[in-house]
């Protein structure tokens, strides 16, 4: 049975903009599903959090990530040169700066969250007591710069040995 409108009233309430824009009439019960739908496969990042990334794309310059958010990320290929072999698809951490920029895009570093984990590497060493191995660099005036978990670190010449290095 069809119901019976009034024209007034149905032509005041009518929303002119959003008939003229196309734009269809949303009612709760979908809006609901949309945001739970929504809720379910956006994840929630903070700043300054280490998180998993995936390659979704490589260019000649950049690297675009996606971490499961509203939008992807973009970092430099140059925080991948060490990985020349990085490809659509791959799995990297990216510490998350900002989750939007004045773009509205994440800004997110590879580099920096490399140098993170590295340090609680260090840090999970030093606790433990245990030995890490280091790779010689360069010498400097005073002693050698070791490369340990892909941080640069100073050792003095004293500790190098019982006879120092010449």
């Known amino acids: 049975m069809i119901e019976?409108?009034?024209p007034e009233e149905f032509l005041a309430s009518f929303n002119w903009h959003k008939f003229e824009q196309g734009i269809e009439a949303i009612d709760e019960v979908?809006?609901?599903a949309f945001?739970?739908?929504l809720d379910g496969t956006l994840g929630l990042v903070n700043e300054r959090e280490v998180i998993d990334g995936t390659v979704v794309r490589k260019t000649e310059r950049e690297v675009i990530i996606d971490i499961n958010s509203k939008?992807?990320?973009v970092i430099s290929l140059n925080e991948f040169r060490y990985n020349p072999n990085l490809a659509v698809g791959d799995i990297v951490e990216v510490l998350v700066d900002k989750r939007e920029d004045s773009t509205g895009q994440l800004v997110l570093s590879h580099k920096k969250a490399r140098v993170i984990k590295a340090?609680?590497?260090?840090?999970n060493a030093h606790e433990t007591g245990e030995v890490v191995n280091g790779f010689v660099k360069c010498r400097t005036r005073?002693?050698?710069?070791v490369d340990v978990f892909g941080i640069e670190a100073f050792l003095p010449g004293s500790q190098i040995d019982v006879k120092?290095?010449?």
């Open 4 to 6: 019976a409108v009034n």
């Open 71 to 73: 939008s992807e990320g």
């Open 30 to 32: 979908n809006l609901k």
């Open 142 to 145: 005073g002693g050698m710069i």
């Open 119 to 123: 340090w609680e590497r260090v840090n």
């Open 35 to 37: 945001e739970a739908a």
């Open 164 to 166: 120092p290095i010449r």
